[in-house]
């Protein structure tokens, strides 16, 4: 359809327009705007009608603008009872006021008002969302409607600046799970947030719309967004949710992150998801839970990636392809002997610039840094000045490779200090 035959009008001066039959009959007037969602999310269903008995709903292709700036009905026929409002997203009344997640600028904002679009003319004139208002213009529309004439007060909020997110960029909150399967309502645009950006819109959002939406994520992403979160946030991110939901988060999680996590909660909620959790990952929790969270050991990560000794660079390929844990976090291959005694570190360039059939011993470094488990905090963050670290091994008394600590962990400390 041509964008150039588009007119763009708010919902703020639509509301309440008088819908009239082509005899010039009061039919109803305009209470609310009923939109799709999901893969038709944003295309206008039909307008929502106040009428003598009771609300109503017409297409939008059923109705005209006339020059007055009244609404016509080109058939009263498509004027039908509104039976199901759970189907249907109201601009007015789910949207106006609310809280709404600005996915391209990855932070939430609260709406005043919403702009439409007419499109075409004659037998296609549809109604289409083009965005929504969360500035100023929105908030003047709503104080000024009804002191000045539609025209004027039109004219008027256009002088003041726009600050519009457009309708692909909104993802609208739905605190009632029922009603939001039956929206079709998913917030799987989040998932490409980053977890830092995500962690902070669930911080601005109101304690209820953060329920909806981090109840609704799948494990992987709520599990990314609670290591971003600061512990008071994590504490309310997980306090609605049972046990076995919490366990299925926390295994996805980073060991030293799910360790630092339950540390914070008491210690009868901590062994309830702890028994729910699969014992592998239980076991590298418990754990980390015994260390002195001020230790090397009590930041570290046992999430990395080690082969042996002799191992060519085609093996350490392969172990990072079989690895687990999360593969931006990993900046060196560890070479372990049978005892798993740390015997080289190998950067990742190193890596990829060698032949597969070359032995990492030839890579490694010439000098093996590492810490034992019981270094404090501050010394660590002077040994990651001192050397520039992306990462630092930590070992036993035996020398034996027990985890690694890494920059984001030490950088977290220094925040907390400041």
């Given at each position: 359809?041509?964008?150039?035959?588009?007119?763009?009008?708010?919902?703020?001066?639509?509301?309440?327009?008088?819908?009239?039959?082509?005899?010039?009959?009061?039919?109803?007037?305009?209470?609310?705007?009923?939109?799709?969602?999901?893969p038709?999310?944003?295309?206008?269903?039909g307008?929502?009608?106040k009428?003598?008995?009771?609300?109503?709903?017409?297409?939008?292709?059923?109705?005209?603008?006339?020059?007055?700036?009244?609404?016509?009905?080109?058939?009263?026929?498509?004027?039908?009872?509104?039976?199901?409002?759970?189907?249907?997203?109201?601009?007015?009344?789910?949207?106006?006021?609310?809280?709404?997640?600005?996915?391209?600028?990855?932070?939430?904002?609260?709406?005043?008002d919403?702009?439409?679009?007419?499109?075409?003319?004659?037998?296609?004139?549809?109604?289409?969302?083009?965005?929504?208002?969360?500035?100023?213009?929105?908030?003047?529309?709503?104080?000024?409607?009804?002191?000045?004439?539609?025209?004027?007060?039109?004219?008027?909020?256009?002088?003041?600046a726009?600050?519009?997110i457009?309708?692909?960029?909104?993802?609208?909150?739905?605190?009632?799970?029922?009603?939001?399967?039956?929206?079709?309502?998913?917030?799987?645009?989040?998932?490409?947030?980053?977890?830092?950006?995500?962690?902070?819109?669930?911080?601005?959002?109101?304690?209820?719309?953060?329920?909806?939406?981090?109840?609704?994520?799948?494990?992987?992403?709520?599990?990314?967004?609670?290591?971003?979160?600061?512990?008071?946030?994590?504490?309310?991110?997980?306090?609605?949710?049972?046990?076995?939901?919490?366990?299925?988060?926390?295994?996805?999680?980073?060991?030293?992150?799910?360790?630092?996590?339950?540390?914070?909660?008491?210690?009868?909620?901590?062994?309830?998801?702890?028994?729910?959790?699969e014992?592998e990952?239980?076991?590298?929790?418990?754990?980390?839970?015994?260390?002195?969270?001020?230790?090397?050991?009590?930041?570290?990560?046992?999430?990395?990636?080690?082969?042996?000794?002799?191992?060519?660079?085609?093996?350490?390929?392969?172990?990072?392809?079989?690895?687990?844990?999360?593969?931006?976090?990993?900046?060196?291959?560890?070479?372990?002997?049978?005892?798993?005694?740390?015997?080289?570190?190998?950067?990742?360039?190193?890596?990829?610039?060698?032949?597969?059939?070359?032995?990492?011993?030839?890579?490694?470094?010439?000098?093996?840094?590492?810490?034992?488990?019981?270094?404090?905090?501050?010394?660590?963050?002077?040994?990651?000045?001192?050397?520039?670290?992306?990462?630092?091994?930590v070992?036993?008394?035996?020398?034996?490779?027990?985890?690694?600590v890494?920059?984001?962990?030490?950088?977290?400390?220094?925040?907390?200090?400041?």
């Amino acid at each position: 359809m041509d964008p150039r035959t588009a007119t763009r009008v708010s919902l703020t001066a639509l509301l309440g327009t008088p819908v009239t039959d082509a005899q010039g009959h009061l039919r109803g007037r305009l209470k609310d705007i009923a939109v799709a969602t999901g893969p038709d999310a944003g295309k206008v269903a039909g307008l929502v009608l106040k009428t003598r008995s009771g609300l109503a709903m017409v297409p939008s292709q059923e109705v005209l603008e006339t020059p007055a700036g009244t609404l016509e009905l080109r058939s009263p026929a498509a004027l039908v009872p509104l039976k199901d409002e759970g189907s249907y997203l109201f601009l007015q009344q789910d949207l106006v006021d609310r809280q709404i997640i600005d996915i391209h600028g990855r932070k939430v904002v609260r709406v005043n008002d919403v702009d439409l679009e007419w499109m075409g003319r004659g037998s296609a004139h549809l109604l289409r969302v083009a965005e929504v208002e969360v500035g100023t213009r929105g908030a003047f529309r709503r104080i000024f409607k009804g002191l000045l004439p539609r025209a004027k007060l039109e004219a008027a909020s256009r002088k003041l600046a726009a600050k519009g997110i457009p309708w692909q960029f909104v993802d609208v909150i739905e605190v009632d799970p029922t009603r939001r399967v039956k929206l079709r309502i998913e917030y799987e645009r989040l998932a490409e947030i980053h977890p830092s950006d995500l962690a902070d819109i669930l911080e601005d959002l109101a304690p209820a719309e953060r329920e909806a939406v981090f109840t609704s994520l799948d494990e992987e992403v709520a599990a990314e967004a609670l290591e971003e979160a600061d512990p008071k946030l994590q504490k309310s991110l997980l306090e609605k949710l049972d046990e076995e939901r919490i366990a299925d988060i926390v295994e996805e999680m980073d060991p030293g992150a799910a360790a630092d996590l339950l540390a914070e909660l008491s210690e009868d909620q901590t062994d309830a998801i702890l028994e729910e959790m699969e014992p592998e990952e239980r076991q590298e929790v418990e754990e980390l839970l015994e260390f002195d969270e001020n230790s090397a050991a009590g930041c570290m990560t046992t999430d990395f990636v080690s082969v042996g000794k002799d191992a060519t660079v085609a093996q350490a390929v392969q172990a990072l392809r079989n690895f687990d844990g999360d593969p931006e976090s990993v900046t060196e291959i560890f070479l372990l002997d049978e005892k798993r005694v740390l015997r080289g570190a190998i950067p990742l360039a190193r890596l990829v610039m060698a032949q597969p059939d070359t032995r990492l011993s030839v890579l490694a470094e010439p000098r093996i840094l590492s810490c034992p488990q019981d270094m404090k905090q501050n010394e660590l963050a002077e040994l990651f000045d001192k050397y520039n670290l992306h990462a630092l091994p930590v070992v036993d008394a035996q020398e034996r490779m027990v985890g690694v600590v890494q920059a984001e962990q030490v950088i977290a400390f220094l925040r907390e200090k400041l």
